[in-house]
């Protein structure tokens, strides 16, 4: 059966089976990180099922005099307003609640519940379970052909994960050795931790980009080193949520040529260090008892500064401070569905480049841009420990109903937890 009929289809009768009439209360949502919600007053068999999802043993503050009021505990926007998949804020705001990738970005987060977490359209998976700690893993992609397998541990303190893709060959062929590695070698680590009111989050990667092979005479390198550092307010955000953080990264497309002795280097004009510092911010502006809205503001300033070498270039640096603005709403119908979307665009406030030829030429240019603005809509629906999230194209309003009928693809994203 064609699976975009099918998924069509499945959203639908869904809809129809068990849709109910149901009152919401608002509840703050949280970052794209790890966010904190409000305790329930009654204990719920799962936190995915029936309570938003916590995000750090710290209890919530007392919301601010001018804030919007606390939500309750039996409010059905709570029940909703959990563990959510990839489909769901893709504008990135800090206030949104919390999404499986946020998850892998803040691991401790994995004690939170059990669920498994299964995405077709980007064919990925995830699965957390507690036996004494928690335990969790996931069938990836890592870039071109490579499948990239995540495990990791995850306590109410702490947590570490670990992701590797593995593609290289060892070649012999009388006295000469190789090795290749494939585009798609990954390895990386990624240890958070909540600290009070805060939280933590470290990263490092090393990814193959390129296929290389590297022999007696012969070394290349096709890699991206980075590294990443988090730090939010998420485990105590109500209305206003935000993360400071950093990007470290080595991009280096650089060969090695050894010859009667002598080494010769020669360098991609790619080949860069790069620093971005960023800020992100949001603020929830509108709140009631069905639906709320947040807007924001994600901020980096790139520092881009190029190898530069034997292309011709003395040097090469880059810098700009880009805003991506980003609207961001939740609206919950009843307690087993939730329709959700924002809008967002990327700046480029002010960008600089500066270039030095080897010949003493000079470039210098300054460039102020705003992207087209993306716009997306979503729905989940959830009965029990089953949900199903998705979020739509654009075939879905031009061709309404009849879309999904005749083939076309109506689901940008989809996404299928079974919660316990």
């Given at each position: 059966m064609n699976l975009k009929l099918l998924a069509g289809v499945s959203v639908l009768a869904f809809a129809s089976a068990f849709a109910q009439d149901g009152y919401y209360a608002e509840n703050p949502a949280q970052e794209a990180a790890p966010v904190a919600e409000a305790p329930a007053e009654?204990?719920?068999?799962?936190?995915?099922?029936?309570?938003?999802?916590?995000?750090?043993?710290?209890?919530?503050?007392?919301?601010?005099?001018?804030?919007?009021?606390?939500?309750?505990?039996?409010?059905?926007?709570?029940?909703?307003?959990?563990?959510?998949?990839?489909?769901?804020?893709?504008?990135?705001?800090?206030?949104?609640?919390?999404?499986?990738?946020?998850?892998?970005?803040?691991?401790?987060?994995?004690?939170?519940?059990?669920?498994?977490?299964?995405?077709?359209?980007?064919?990925?998976?995830?699965?957390?379970?507690?036996?004494?700690?928690?335990?969790?893993?996931?069938?990836?992609?890592?870039?071109?052909?490579?499948?990239?397998?995540?495990?990791?541990?995850?306590?109410?303190?702490?947590?570490?994960?670990?992701?590797?893709?593995?593609?290289k060959s060892f070649v012999?062929?009388?006295?000469?050795?190789?090795?290749?590695?494939?585009?798609?070698?990954?390895?990386?680590?990624?240890?958070?931790?909540?600290?009070?009111?805060?939280?933590?989050?470290?990263?490092?990667?090393?990814?193959?980009?390129?296929d290389e092979t590297t022999t007696d005479n012969f070394e290349a390198d096709y890699w991206d080193l980075s590294l990443i550092a988090r730090f939010s307010n998420s485990p105590s955000a109500t209305t206003l949520g935000w993360t400071a953080g950093a990007l470290l990264l080595r991009h280096s497309i650089t060969e090695e040529l050894t010859f009667a002795g002598n080494s010769s280097t020669a360098s991609d004009a790619e080949s860069r260090v790069e620093i971005d510092p960023y800020f992100n911010l949001a603020v929830q502006v509108l709140g009631n008892d069905m639906a709320r809205v947040m807007i924001g503001s994600n901020n980096t300033l790139g520092i881009q500064i190029y190898d530069g070498g034997d292309t011709g270039i003395k040097s090469h640096t880059e810098f700009g401070l880009q805003l991506e603005p980003n609207i961001w709403a939740d609206f919950a119908l009843n307690e087993n569905f939730l329709f959700f979307g924002g809008v967002s665009h990327n700046v480029l406030l002010f960008g600089y480049e500066s270039v030095k030829y080897v010949d003493g030429g000079k470039l210098s240019a300054i460039q102020l841009h705003t992207e087209v603005t993306r716009a997306q809509l979503g729905l989940r629906a959830q009965y029990k420990m089953l949900a199903v999230e998705a979020s739509l194209t654009d075939e879905v309003y031009t061709k309404t109903v009849a879309a999904i009928f005749n083939g076309d693809n109506i689901v940008a994203d989809l996404g299928i937890f079974l919660n316990f």
């Open positions: 009654e204990p719920a068999a799962s936190p995915y099922e029936t309570e938003p999802v916590a995000q750090a043993p710290v209890a919530a503050p007392a919301p601010a005099a001018e804030a919007p009021a606390a939500q309750t505990s039996g409010s059905l926007l709570a029940k909703l307003d959990v563990l959510r998949g990839n489909s769901y804020n893709f504008v990135g705001s800090e206030l949104a609640a919390t999404t499986v990738g946020d998850q892998l970005d803040y691991p401790y987060m994995m004690a939170l519940g059990q669920f498994l977490y299964v995405e077709p359209t980007n064919a990925l998976g995830y699965v957390a379970f507690n036996k004494g700690l928690t335990f969790y893993g996931g069938l990836d992609n890592s870039s071109s052909n490579v499948g990239l397998f995540t495990a990791g541990i995850a306590t109410a303190g702490f947590g570490l994960g670990f992701d590797i893709g593995l593609s012999s062929e009388g006295d000469d050795d190789a090795t290749v590695v494939n585009a798609g070698d990954d390895f990386g680590v990624t240890f958070a931790m909540p600290l009070g009111a805060y939280a933590l989050s470290l990263e490092a990667d090393w990814l193959t980009v390129m």
